[in-house]
């Protein structure tokens, strides 16, 4: 099992940067690919980005790409979530999971609390 917590949201300027972080607790970090989703008011949850288990393989929503990174460091359990040039509608809560694969399919098991991130024309 795994237990995250996400830290690093705020209110930032239009253009602006932010850094989420996402610290695991647990032995097995190392195992699960990261994802990122977020949530803004009134809008379903959407998939942000992934990164796979030894930090090499990303994969972005459109809207984020060229913007966000996603990177990890499995010797500290942790996550991150780089947001650069942000728009008002980046503004939302962000949340860390851990995905799984069972029989095949992917499945993020694990959720943070989330961390919102508010971002002013």
């Known amino acids: 099992q795994v237990q995250l917590v996400e830290s690093g949201g705020g209110l930032v300027q239009a253009g602006g940067s932010l850094r989420l972080s996402c610290a695991a607790s647990g032995r097995t970090f190392s195992r699960y690919a990261m994802g990122w989703f977020r949530q803004a008011p009134g809008k379903e949850r959407e998939f942000v980005g992934v990164i796979g288990i030894s930090g090499v393989d990303t994969y972005y929503v459109d809207s984020v790409k060229g913007r966000f990174t996603i990177s990890r460091d499995n010797a500290k359990n942790t996550v991150y979530l780089q947001m650069n040039s942000l728009k008002p509608e980046d503004t939302a809560v962000y949340y860390c999971?851990?995905?799984?694969?069972?029989?095949?399919?992917?499945?993020?098991?694990?959720w943070g609390q989330g961390t919102q991130v508010t971002v002013s024309s």
């Open positions: 999971a851990a995905r799984t694969v069972v029989a095949g399919t992917p499945k993020y098991d694990y």
